[in-house]
């Protein structure tokens, strides 16, 4: 799996947009990004995950370099519900066996009022 | 109401004991696994399963043990053999369509 390289932390305004970068400089083609987030002492939970096309739904959206290298997750207006760690991971798509999600250290997003 | 649940959410075992966490999922997924999260720290994958009757160790399975019996359940038993099993434990299953994994709420492990 390709490394990924995100900020720590992060500071957001309630109802401001929040974007997260995520730097995948050794990305393969075939290896999609994924975006997960994990609230204190929760399972982590799926947010979006795109190949090279931007993607959006109804939590987020995903904005991919056209050279694959870097991401943006955006939170259109974040919301005090979304202060949690932000993880990026990139892994082989499909993984017909064993599918291995390294999850890095992530950014952890404080949205403030 | 569809997902995964874990139980229970808090758990304290003695020192020598061997103590099992259960793992149930109602979305039909055939793959299911078992992660560790220690404080600052990301996932690290214990068992793996693919389909029932079948399932494989990850990158720290020494001191676990896992059963996939039915394609609903793949509870995970923490052995005394495992010399530091105080952590956060979690378990995903993926959708078959998509390779998404999701995973459930946690069960903290303490051991006193």
């Known amino acids: 799996d390709a490394k990924t390289t995100q900020p720590p932390s992060m500071d957001c305004a309630e109802g401001r947009a929040a974007n997260l970068p995520c730097n995948h400089s050794?990305?393969?083609?075939?290896?999609?990004v994924y975006w997960y987030r994990q609230i204190h002492s929760q399972g982590p939970q799926y947010i979006i995950h795109g190949l090279k096309n931007n993607e959006t739904n109804e939590m987020a959206s995903l904005i991919i370099t056209e050279d694959r290298k870097s991401s943006t997750l955006i939170l259109p207006h974040a919301t005090l519900r979304d202060t949690a760690v932000y993880y990026c991971?990139?892994?082989?798509?499909?993984?017909?066996?064993?599918?291995?999600?390294?999850f890095g250290t992530g950014t952890r997003l404080l949205v403030s009022p | 109401d569809g997902g995964i649940t874990q139980s229970p959410k808090y758990l304290f075992r003695k020192e020598g004991q061997n103590v099992t966490l259960s793992c149930e999922q109602n979305l039909n997924h055939d793959a299911m696994y078992w992660y560790r999260q220690d404080p600052g720290q990301g996932l690290r994958l214990i068992y793996y399963?693919?389909?029932?009757?079948?399932?494989q160790k990850g990158d720290i399975a020494e001191g676990y043990s896992v059963s996939r019996e039915k394609k609903e359940s793949f509870p995970l038993t923490v052995t005394s053999a495992q010399k530091n099993p105080t952590a956060f434990y979690l378990c995903a299953s993926i959708e078959d369509s998509t390779d998404t994994q999701y995973f459930g709420p946690g069960t903290r492990l303490t051991v006193l």
């Open positions: 050794t990305i393969s083609g075939n290896e999609y």
């Open positions: 399963s693919q389909i029932v009757n079948d399932f």
């Open positions: 991971i990139v892994r082989v798509d499909p993984p017909r066996g064993f599918q291995k999600l390294v």
